[in-house]
């Protein structure tokens, strides 16, 4: 079983729309849960980041830790061309060292 | 920003060829990582160094090498390049490890 399980996709919603990304992971003990974006041709910058379970927003990004059902959602409001990219869930291993990069789901957001 | 530069961004090599992977990092980053991408898989982690001199294999260590002999300079070393080490290599750096910053990747083929 892969540490961290996420769908690849791809995923087309229409602009505007509300987008949910989502990832489940094995690891009870991660503590940090990051969310990087990669557009194409490009390397994977942070988007944003939660420590424990919860919510955390950032604009038009929400990102949300369950860790009791050890799941990970990233959820876009009011999607735009420019939110189309591959977006890529990533727990921090206990230790805070090592990324464990889920496959990613590329996103395409139709005008 | 911080800045990671990836010396090339296409690479042609034949198999059993030796193989130099380039990064650069100008931010004063203790940690450096080498990645590589495939469809499918995510991002798997090579080797990484969180000092000069010091480095740590990874997950997928087997026929690759590391070198840094900077702070600011990390190089992967392919022995004897095979066929399955086709792939976009990712340099990253960290400062405390949580964030890491990426460069626009190598994509490496060998024939």
């Known amino acids: 079983q892969k540490e961290v399980e996420q769908d690849p996709g791809p995923l087309s919603v229409p602009e505007g729309a509300i987008v949910s990304l989502n990832c489940t992971y094995s690891n009870s003990a991660f503590q940090y849960f990051m969310w990087y974006r990669q557009y194409s041709r490009k390397g994977p910058e942070l988007l944003m980041y939660t420590y424990s379970s919860g919510n955390k927003e950032d604009g038009r990004f929400t990102a949300q830790v369950d860790k009791s059902s050890k799941y990970i959602s990233l959820f876009i409001r009011d999607s735009q061309p420019s939110d189309s990219a591959t977006y890529l869930c990533a727990p921090l291993t206990p230790g805070g060292f090592k990324t464990i990069f889920g496959a990613g789901t590329r996103l395409f957001v139709k005008a | 920003d911080v800045k990671v530069t990836q010396s090339s961004r296409y690479l042609v090599k034949r198999t059993g060829e030796k193989v130099f992977l380039e990064c650069v990092q100008d931010?004063?980053?203790?940690?450096m990582f080498w990645y590589r991408q495939d469809p499918g898989l995510g991002l798997r982690l090579i080797y990484f160094s969180y000092d000069v001199k010091m480095k740590e294999k990874g997950d997928i260590p087997e026929g690759y090498s590391v070198s840094r002999e900077k702070k600011e300079r990390f190089s992967l070393i392919l022995e004897s390049a095979s066929t399955n080490q086709t792939s976009m290599y990712l340099c990253a750096s960290s400062l405390e490890g949580k964030a890491l910053h990426f460069g626009n990747g190598t994509r490496l083929t060998v024939t």
């Open positions: 931010m004063d980053h203790e940690n």
